[in-house]
Nanobody
Framework: LPEMVESGGGSAEAGGSLSLSCRASGLSNDDRYMGWFRQGPGNSREAVAVVLTGVGTTYYSIATKGRFAVSQGDRKTIVNLQMSNLRPEDSGIYYC????????????????????WGQGTQVTVSQ
C-alpha cells in the first residue's frame, strides 16, 4: 500500500511561518491531486490547499488563500505547504492526502475524494 510521510509543522506565534512536506512512496509518478487537510478539535477534516501535480492547478480554502502556498516537489509524489502570516485558528492536525490517478475533482475538494492519507502532523499557533 502507498505510504504518505509528513514532515514539518510544530509551533509558531501568530504572524509567523511554518512549512510542511509530504512524500508518498508506492505511488506512480503520474499527475494526481495531492494536498493538505486540516482537522481541529471537534471539527471535520477540511481541505486547506490542494495541487494537481504535473499540471499545477491549485485550490485554497477561503481562510488560507493568500497566506498559504502549496507546491509540488521535484517529483509528482512530493507536495509541500508553505504557511505564512499564521493565525491561531490555523492550529490543528494537518494531514497529507493523495488521490488515485485519474480522479477528477470539481469544486471544493472533500476528504472522500482522496484515497491515501498521512498520519497527521500537529500545527499550533499561539497569540
Amino acid at each position: 500500500l502507498p505510504e504518505m510521510v509528513e514532515s514539518g509543522g510544530g509551533s509558531a506565534e501568530a504572524g509567523g511561518s511554518l512549512s510542511l512536506s509530504c512524500r508518498a512512496s508506492g505511488l506512480s509518478n503520474d499527475d494526481r491531486y495531492m494536498g493538505w487537510f486540516r482537522q481541529g478539535p471537534g471539527n471535520s477534516r477540511e481541505a486547506v490547499a490542494v495541487v494537481l501535480t504535473g499540471v499545477g492547478t491549485t485550490y485554497y480554502s477561503i481562510a488560507t488563500k493568500g497566506r498559504f502556498a502549496v507546491s509540488q516537489g521535484d517529483r509528482k509524489t512530493i507536495v509541500n505547504l508553505q504557511m505564512s502570516n499564521l493565525r491561531p485558528e490555523d492550529s490543528g492536525i494537518y494531514y497529507c492526502a493523495a488521490a488515485r490517478r485519474g480522479r477528477e475533482i470539481h469544486g471544493r475538494p472533500q476528504a472522500p475524494d482522496f484515497d491515501w492519507w498521512g498520519q497527521g502532523t500537529q500545527v499550533t499557533v499561539s497569540q
